[in-house]
Every structure is written in structure tokens, then in C-alpha cells.
């Protein structure tokens, strides 16, 4: 089925619409929404499609389940943010999007359909090629990324030579140019500096230039801004932006931040113990969360308002051990509305997410329900 592109009604990254919600009343998961793929079950064709991914370690201790069935999609031009906590199975996500877990102590199933080809049969020296030239990563950590031995330069033109053919003169030419894209300044001189030359802003963004030499269809940011202080964090989604205006590759922006999805994405996909637990567009997520993980997410980060009257609540209790995760919802030891369902159907029986349009959570709230703890407790806290 193929997928639309259309933006209708939806906010753009960087100008959210998010502030508090309508005075209207919200119907919860229904907001008008351009036709979009289901993320769930069927199989899409969609740029970048995922289907019901596990990837499974086998440690010592016993089998970690840091991904459990998790699916989504994501077209080109088009930014998805995956939310989560720390530990929630964001970064096995994404590294087994390029194929870089060690297949000897990891079990990998499901799909990863990339351009319509599948990506988990792929042998290592296709996925070699497609890495850095049509998918590329952008790290927290830069020096993970960078070499300490080679000049910047050196770095972001071998990327090109190795990837686009071109001669050692392009090359270089090709790496002022990207030094000079990202906001380096003087990069004809800067290009000859090694990494620890540069500041951490500056690192990131070389960074960045080395994600982009060729031109790649999808780039996966994994929490590219967390270690930036708050000024260069700005900055750096800035630019981010704007590569995405003028490359219009597919993102998949991974955070902790609730409020750096708000400016960066269009879809937001939140994620709690290796599970997709709510999806749908940013507006929807953010104006009408309908999942209690969601709900716990919003009052946990500053209002995204700027009212500082409003306090934060941090969600109580500690993520899931992935060796031993929870029967049931996985979030059913944390939820404050288990008691709502009734039974102990929160504790025995795991809830799907049913996606209307590419929108919904998984959770057995009845609808009637979410509605009203949203209006009557959770939108009340979000100020
Ligand atoms: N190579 C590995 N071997 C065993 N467990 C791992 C490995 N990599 C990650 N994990 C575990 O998988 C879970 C998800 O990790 P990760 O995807 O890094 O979380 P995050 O959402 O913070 O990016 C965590 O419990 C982590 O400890
Ligand atoms: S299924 Fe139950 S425990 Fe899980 S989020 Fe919904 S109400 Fe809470
Ligand atoms: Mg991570």
C-alpha cells in the first residue's frame, strides 16, 4: 500500500502546535489525519518499513528482550521520533536497522524492509555498501564516530572516495564544502584539524558533515543532541532542519526528550520496554496522548508552554528489567489506571496496539476511559 506524503493539518518541525490543548473538547485518537500506512501487522511499502522486530541477546544472566515486536514506518522527507526512556531498546532499534549487532550473541527477527529491499537477509558486504552512503547514523558521542588519528577532513572525504568513487582532490573539495554546510567556520583551515581540535558543538556537526557526504537516504539520529549544552543543542537541531529541507532524506530521531520530538518530528513513536506502547502524528501524541506511559512522559518534562507554575512529575518507579520484563503490560507495575481496567487483565494480558490511520496505544483502557482520566487528571497537570 502506498503511503502519502501529505502534511495536511499536521505541524511542521520546528513550529509545533503544541502548546496547551484546545479549549475544545479533544476526541482522543481521532484528530483529522492524511492517509498513512498501518505500523503494525501488515507488511508496507513504505521507504523505511519495520515489522514486528525482536532482537534478543543472550548474556550470562539469561536472554535480554531489548526489542519485542516493534514495527513502524517512515517515508523520505519525513522525520519519525522514537521517545523512550533510557533503556527502553531505542539504540538496538536503530543499530539493527544497519546491521551492527554481533550476530553470534543475537537473535534477530521480524522485517526491516529498506527501498523494498529487506535488510535482515542482506549479506554484510551489500549492508556494508548501503551503510554511509544511502543510511547513515549521527551517534551521541561523536568520537565514537570520529577517528582521533585522521584529520577531520581526511575523515569525511575517505567516507566520500570509499562510497562515490571520487578522486582524492574531490574528495577534499567535497569536505570543505560539508564543513562549510554545517556552520564550520573557516573550513578551508578547519578541515586540516583533528577531532580534539574542535569543541563538542563542533564535533557533532563535523559529525553531521561525515552522515551527509553522500547524500544518504535515511538518517538515524541517536540522541544526537544529548550531550550538547542547551545552546548548541538548538543549534544543532537547527541545522538538522534545514539538511532535512535540503536533502529530504527519512529521519528516525531518537530521544529521551519529549520536547526534542516536538520540534524535530513529524511522527512520534513512544516506546517502553522494547514495545511500541503509542504512535500517530506529533500533534496527535503530544495534544491528545491516549497511553498512560505517554501521560507520565508529559509531566515528567518542563510544559511545553513555558508555564514553570506547573510542576514536573517524574514517572513513578524504575523501566523494566529486560531479562525478567513484567507479565502482562509491561507498564502495569508503574500505571497509576490498572485498577480502571479491572481484574488482573493489566498483570496477565498483553495489550496490542490497534493503529487507525497510523494512530493509537496499546492499552486496555476503554476509550470512554482514556478520555476522561485525560480531561479530568492528566491534561489538568500539563498546564
Ligand atoms: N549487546 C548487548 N547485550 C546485552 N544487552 C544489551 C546489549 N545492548 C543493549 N542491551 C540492553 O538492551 C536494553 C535496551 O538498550 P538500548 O537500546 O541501548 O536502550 P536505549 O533506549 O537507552 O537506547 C537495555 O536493557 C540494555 O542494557
Ligand atoms: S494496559 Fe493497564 S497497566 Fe498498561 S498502560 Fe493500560 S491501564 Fe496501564
Ligand atoms: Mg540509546
Known amino acids: 500500500m502506498a503511503t502519502s506524503q501529505s502534511t495536511t493539518g499536521e505541524p511542521t518541525p520546528g513550529e509545533p502546535d503544541l502548546g496547551k490543548p484546545d479549549s475544545g473538547k479533544p476526541v482522543l485518537g481521532k484528530e483529522p489525519e492524511a492517509t498513512r500506512s498501518p505500523s503494525s501487522g501488515a507488511p508496507s511499502d513504505a521507504f523505511l518499513s519495520v515489522r514486528d522486530l525482536r532482537v534478543h541477546f543472550s548474556t550470562e544472566d539469561g536472554i535480554v528482550k531489548a526489542v519485542d515486536g516493534l514495527s513502524f514506518d517512515v ?6 521520533g522514537i521517545v523512550g526512556e533510557s533503556g527502553s531498546g531505542k539504540s538496538v532499534s536503530s543499530l539493527s536497522i544497519l546491521g551492527l549487532h554481533n550476530p553470534e550473541r543475537t537473535t534477530i527477527e521480524g522485517s526491516i524492509r529498506f527501498d523494498g529491499n529487506e535488510l535482515l537477509s542482506m549479506p554484510e558486504r551489500k549492508l556494508r555498501d548501503l551503510r554511509g552512503r544511502r543510511i547513515s547514523m549521527i551517534f551521541q558521542d561523536p568520537l565514537t564516530a570520529l577517528s582521533p588519528f585522521y584529520t577531520v577532513g581526511e575523515q569525511i572525504a575517505e567516507t566520500y572516495r570509499r562510497h562515490m568513487g ?9 569536505a570543505i564544502e560539508m564543513l562549510d554546510r554545517v556552520g564550520i567556520p573557516q573550513p578551508k583551515v578547519r578541515v586540516n584539524d583533528y577531532p580534539h581540535h574542535f569543541s563538542g558543538g563542533m564535533r557533532q556537526r563535523a559529525m553531521i558533515a561525515m552522515s551527509l557526504v553522500c547524500d544518504p537516504d535515511l538518517l538515524i539520529a541517536d540522541e544526537p543532541t544529548t550531550a550538547l549544552d542547551v545552546t548548541v543543542q538548538a543549534q544543532i537541531l537547527d541545522l538538522l532542519r534545514d539538511l532535512q529541507d535540503e536533502f529530504g532524506a527519512a529521519i528516525v530521531f531518537i530521544t529521551h526528550d519529549l520536547g ?8 512520534v513513536l513512544v516506546m517502553y520496554a ?42 513513578r518507579g524504575t523501566p523494566p528489567s529486560l531479562l525478567d520484563p513484567p507479565s502482562g503490560c509491561p507498564f502495569h507495575p508503574r500505571c497509576d489506571h490498572a485498577a480502571v481496567v479491572g481484574g488482573d487483565r493489566c498483570a496477565t494480558e498483553r495489550p496490542v496496539i490497534s493503529l487507525v490511520d497510523g494512530r493509537g496505544a496499546a492499552c486496555h483502557l476503554a476509550a470512554q476511559d482514556k478520555e476522561r482520566i485525560f480531561l479530568d487528571e492528566v491534561r489538568p497537570r500539563l498546564g
Request: proline fraction near 8%; glycine fraction near 8%.
Open 166 to 174: 571520487a578522486n582524492r582532490h574531490d574528495a577534499h573539495a567535497r
Open 75 to 80: 517515508e523520505k522527507g519525513r522525520t519519525l
Open 274 to 315: 522494547g514495545r511500541s506502547v503509542e504512535k500517530g502524528t506529533v500533534r496527535e501524541v503530544l495534544k491528545t496522548p491516549t497511553h498512560p506511559y505517554t501521560w507520565g512522559l508529559l509531566s515528567s518534562m518542563p510544559n511545553l508552554t513555558g508555564d514553570v507554575d506547573v510542576p514536573l512529575r517524574p514517572v
Open 260 to 267: 526534542v520530538i516536538a520540534s524535530m518530528a513529524h511522527d
